[in-house]
T-cell receptor, first 114, second 114 residues
């Protein structure tokens, strides 16, 4: 089964700290790894994404680290702010039968406390 | 403004009733998707469509039906055969659906059973 395992389920970080969310996958055919941010009652929105030929991608305070050999990738949020409090989903996608199939992790609820 | 709209925001279903969730996009995207989100679970794919008048079952299609008569519209019907319909339903779209690309999500519809 094409699973993406995400941890932790919830995370509390103090303002200014580093938030780290980890994901692991099994299928080596996955070729695109996006992270989505979701606020309560809203749809998810793309935060940052990486392809497996890159080991790290940084956009502002958000960094994806990708370890292809370990089949793991993680999201680091530097200088975490209360406005970052949301649920974060990692995902992995592959093209199968002419269609891009996306498999989502189970989500991490992040709370940044002042 | 370009984007995806879903209506209604909240929907109540009575026993044995079929209900239809609306999804409209003005992004000129070819591909559209329906996901179901339950607490503690990732997004699970119900149906997807890459072109008008064509759609495919996702991982949890039983008890649901869709149509794609127009490029910009992809309504989802939750039928009486779906025994556990209470969930947050998300519609998404992407440019082509068969390459590494971002899926853009609507604001969601929360379905509750009376």
């Amino acid at each position: 089964q094409q699973q993406v395992k995400q941890s932790p389920q919830s995370l509390i970080v103090q303002k200014g700290g580093i938030s780290i969310i980890n994901c692991a996958y099994e299928n080596t055919a996955f070729d695109y790894f996006p992270w989505y941010q979701q606020f309560p009652g809203k749809g998810p929105a793309l935060l940052i994404a990486i392809r497996p030929d890159v080991s790290e991608k940084k956009e502002g305070r958000f960094t994806i680290s990708f370890n292809k050999s370990a089949k793991q990738f993680s999201l680091h949020i530097m200088d975490s702010q209360p406005g970052d409090s949301a649920t974060y989903f990692c995902a992995a996608s592959l093209t199968s039968g002419g269609y891009q199939k996306v498999t989502f992790g189970t989500g991490t609820k992040l709370q940044v406390i002042p | 403004d370009g984007g995806i709209t879903q209506s209604p925001k909240y929907l109540f279903r009575k026993e044995g009733q079929n209900v239809t969730l609306s999804c409209e996009q003005n992004l000129n995207h070819d591909a559209m998707y329906w996901y179901r989100q339950d607490p503690g679970q990732g997004l699970r794919l119900i149906y997807y469509s890459q072109i008008v008048n064509d759609f495919q079952k996702g991982d949890i299609a039983e008890g649901y039906s869709v149509s794609r008569e127009k490029k910009e519209s992809f309504p989802l019907t939750v039928t009486s055969a779906q025994k556990n319909p209470t969930a947050f339903y998300l519609c998404a779209s992407s440019i082509m659906g068969h390459v590494q690309e971002t899926q853009y999500f609507g604001p969601g519809t929360r379905l509750l059973v009376l």
